[in-house]
């Protein structure tokens, strides 16, 4: 149950991006808090895509922080061997990603059932062997230095405020579009899916060929995501594109909510602030607290975050009748 | 005359389970612009032909054309494209969505959208919404639900759920429709206003094929009647002619009368 998003949630969602780093820069405590939402915003890319696989395809994939890999690194390796153009091999990235994507994806996609989950994994494992063993190319286990950086028309993206508001921006932007395509014939034909396969069938819908759509569209995004990355930290290493980060990725749309596009972006926040700021202190013990999360979640709140106002809603309606009677 | 056209023909159908023949060898012809009904015990095979017909099963054996073409290989939504839709014995209506959008799904066929040409919102992507919108108003109009077109679909009762199929596969414009008991688990009322809900849609010029319990009501509308039992043909013909057939008599008295 996708709820309509409505054109003022997207301002108040653009102005709270904008007012964000105002008022960090104000509260020294926080002070820092801008450089951990550049990262947010680059998963929130990510999750974006991965819950229209999920909570619409009903498709687990356990590949996507390979994908994102193939990203950063297609724009390392270009940048730093033949010199070219951050733009180009953004896009590069993408175009190469979702060819991937397609391939990987399509077979077991065109199969029912949860084939897309073991494919993506056993993907998402080589891609991780590749980045480590691959050294002449990928710089091995020590990774990559020296990515350029981006300009914006020769406007230098290089200060925390500046990439804040260029990545946001982009997060802004591809909500939007992502939020038209679920509105859209599009999203009815995804919600179809989700609700009744052979309904939807019956009426003319192409399922697999939906479902391949939304994968190669998240996998595209998450390269995205990946460039920015690389282009941001002018540094990548195979530790940021392993299996726990394609796990942390699905924790994030948990937490959020799989059903709500919100969720990805509230989910992905959220998860990101645990993890840059807010577990230092439980060390080792961190994924244990990621697991609790999970647990919790899946739980008491299966819905996720985003979830709670239809809750309460609901709640609130039933104890008015409840009273009336 | 054109209504005499036969508009699907189906022969030496086999649809084997294991060692189980759901249907063995019937072979008939649908008539454009006519009401037939599938009747038979329980088991008999009549979903069977609908989900081979539909492209939801293939056949072991034997061909189906529509229109004089071969469907038998296309899958469902390719058989959707060509003008067949249909409804299912147990209510699949989209209960994630309103009721005018369970109808605007079925203009599917009519929409050739991407992600790309949605995602900007193009100005023919905004038009032809806006289109379909309002031709499935009025197909809400014309099953009498238009009434509650912005309710959850899940929340109408079974027989307006039901109507509601119809609705939704009448949208893609179909030339034949295949309806699964459509009167099944309705009061009485209500199956009286499916009954002319489907004659309705056979004035529009629409084939029909329904699996139907009901004798009255399978008498009252169809204009031919196909009767299967353990997934072979015993009878084909005109109400009236089914009604005296010694086979017909002797499939349902054998069967205790627990026809469907
Ligand atoms: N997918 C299937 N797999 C195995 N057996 C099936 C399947 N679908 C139907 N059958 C069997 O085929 C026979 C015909 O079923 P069906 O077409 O549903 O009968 P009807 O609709 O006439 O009541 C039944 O014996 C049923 O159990
Ligand atoms: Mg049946």
Not at chain 1, 153 to 176: D, K, M, Q, S
Not at chain 2, 107 to 114: E, I, W
């Amino acid at each position: 149950m996708m709820l309509r998003i409505s054109k003022y949630s997207i301002f108040f969602f653009a102005l709270i991006i904008i007012l964000f780093p105002r008022i960090a820069s104000n509260i020294s405590a926080i002070e820092h808090y801008p450089d951990i939402m550049i990262f947010a915003g680059i998963y929130c890319l990510i999750t974006i895509g991965l819950s229209l696989l999920m909570g619409y395809a009903g498709q687990i994939s356990l590949g996507h922080g390979a994908f994102y890999g193939i990203g950063a690194y297609i724009s390392a390796i270009l940048t730093t061997r033949f010199g070219w153009n951050p733009w180009s091999c953004m896009v590069i990235g993408a175009v190469i990603t979702s060819i991937v994507a397609f391939v990987v994806g399509a077979p077991s996609l065109k199969l029912k059932g949860h084939y897309l989950a073991m494919a993506t994994l056993a993907f998402g494992v080589i891609v991780f062997i590749i980045f480590n063993e691959e050294i002449e190319w990928t710089g091995g286990p020590d990774g990559m230095t020296g990515i350029s950086g981006l300009t914006l028309f020769g406007f230098p993206l290089n200060t925390v405020e500046r990439y804040y508001y260029f990545v946001w921006g982009i997060v802004l932007a591809v909500f939007i579009f992502t939020v038209n395509i679920i509105q859209s014939g599009s999203g009815r034909a995804l919600r179809a899916i989700h609700s009744s396969e052979a309904a939807a069938m019956a009426m003319g819908v192409d399922v697999s060929r939906y479902k391949i759509m939304v994968f190669t569209y998240s996998a595209a995004l998450a390269s995205v995501a990946g460039s920015l990355y690389a282009h941001y930290l002018n540094f990548v290493n195979p530790s940021s594109f392993d299996i726990f980060f394609s796990i942390k990725l699905l924790i994030m749309i948990a937490l959020g909510g799989m059903h709500y596009i919100w969720g990805a972006i509230i989910g992905a926040v959220i998860i990101t602030f645990l993890n840059y700021e807010w577990l230092h202190y439980f060390e080792e013990l961190e994924i244990l607290v990621y697991g609790a999360i999970l647990l919790i979640v899946t739980i008491f709140l299966p819905q996720g975050l985003a979830g709670i106002p239809a809750i309460v809603k609901h709640w609130f309606r039933r104890t008015l009748s409840d009273g009336s009677r | 005359m054109e209504a005499d056209k036969g508009i699907l023909k189906i022969s030496e159908l086999v649809m084997a389970f294991g060692g189980l023949m759901a249907l063995y060898k019937p072979d008939f012809v649908i008539r454009q612009g006519t009401i037939t009904a599938v009747i038979g015990p329980n088991g008999a095979g009549k979903t069977t032909l609908f989900n081979v017909i539909t492209g939801f099963l293939t056949p072991n054996e034997g061909t189906i054309h529509f229109r004089d073409q071969s469907i038998i290989n296309l899958k469902p939504h390719e058989i959707a494209g060509l003008g067949i839709s249909r409804t299912f014995q147990t209510v699949e209506i989209f209960e994630n969505m309103t009721v005018l959008e369970n109808v605007m799904l079925g203009f599917h066929t009519k929409l050739r959208s991407s992600f790309i040409s949605s995602g900007f919102q193009l100005p023919l992507t905004r038009r032809k919404e806006k289109e379909i919108k309002s031709k499935a108003m009025d197909i809400l109009k014309f099953i009498g639900l238009s009434g509650k077109w912005n309710e959850p679909a899940d929340s109408l009762p079974l027989g307006e759920q039901k109507v509601l199929e119809i609705g939704r596969a009448l949208a893609s414009d179909p030339a034949l429709i295949c309806l699964d008991e459509p009167a099944a688990g309705l009061n009485e009322t209500e199956s009286h206003l499916a009954s002319s809900l489907i004659m309705a849609i056979k004035e529009k010029g629409v084939t029909v094929v329904l699996v139907e319990h009901d004798m009255k009501v399978v008498m009252d509308i169809s204009d031919e009647v196909l009767v299967l039992n353990y997934g072979q043909k015993i009878a084909y013909g005109t109400p009236e002619e089914i009604k005296n057939d010694p086979k017909v008599i002797e499939a349902y008295l054998g069967d205790d009368g627990a026809y469907a």
